[in-house]
């Protein structure tokens, strides 16, 4: 199995800072034949379900704000948010499609310093 | 727009079984992959199961693998999940979740639904 390793567990930033979460893969999500990386980025607020922000490791989904973005390739991944606002107070977890089983990242708490 | 509506989730003692049902409405049910994510009361996510657009392709998690079965009918834009012998460690909000692929075009979870919670206790 793919083991996601994201850190850190929890981070406190400022509002208007930026964030940075990492992720780590056990071992390469990158297809070679189309040079895409199977990994994307999901935002969970208390009580809703998650949703998706980044696929394809850096394609932002429709809608989601452009202070997202993802970057990183074969088995290390970063997710920044840039300009914190209170509404970014969230979980936010890694996922990796690139073979079953599918798995995700332990996940990091993101809160307002 | 997308929705995903489960239900059937409860209080159920360990050995028994359940069956879990997600309604989709807003895009064609029948093109995409579909996906069970669980997540245990405080815990992180869990991928259960995956099934591919035209019901094939069944794939679970080790943990749940010949206890939960996953199908789908497309005449009904349901999709399903039977879980058997039940135990405590299966007690979690159970998510039906869409794939953004469709037909074989493997591609990563999109829209999620509310979740039903299924809880395991004697």
């Known amino acids: 199995d793919i083991v996601m390793t994201q850190s850190p567990d929890s981070l406190a930033v400022s509002l208007g800072e930026r964030a940075t979460i990492n992720c780590k893969s056990s071992q390469s999500v990158l297809y070679s034949p189309s040079s895409e990386n199977y990994l994307a980025w999901y935002q969970q607020k208390p009580g809703q379900p998650p949703k998706l922000l980044i696929y394809w490791a850096s394609t932002r989904e429709s809608g989601v704000s452009d202070r997202f973005s993802g970057s990183g390739s074969g088995t290390d991944f970063t ?35 | 727009e997308v929705q995903l509506v489960e239900s059937g989730g409860g209080l159920v003692q360990p050995g028994g079984s359940l069956r879990l049902s997600c309604a989709a409405s807003g895009f064609t049910f029948s093109s995409h992959w579909m996906h069970w994510v669980r997540q245990s009361p405080g815990k992180g996510l869990v991928w259960v199961s995956r099934i591919y657009s035209d019901g094939s392709g069944a794939t679970y998690a080790d943990a749940v693998k010949g206890r939960f079965t996953i199908s789908r009918d497309n005449s009904k834009n349901t999709l399903y999940l039977q879980m058997n012998s039940l135990r405590v460690e299966d007690t979690a909000v159970y998510y039906c979740v869409r794939d953004k692929g469709v037909w074989y075009t493997s591609s990563c979870p999109d829209y999620w639904g509310q979740g039903t919670l299924v809880t395991v206790s004697s």
């Open chain 1, 79 to 113: 997710l920044t948010i840039s300009g914190l606002q209170a509404e970014d107070v969230a979980v936010y977890y890694c996922h990796q499609y690139y073979t079953p089983p599918y798995t995700f990242g332990q996940g990091t708490k993101l809160e307002i310093k």
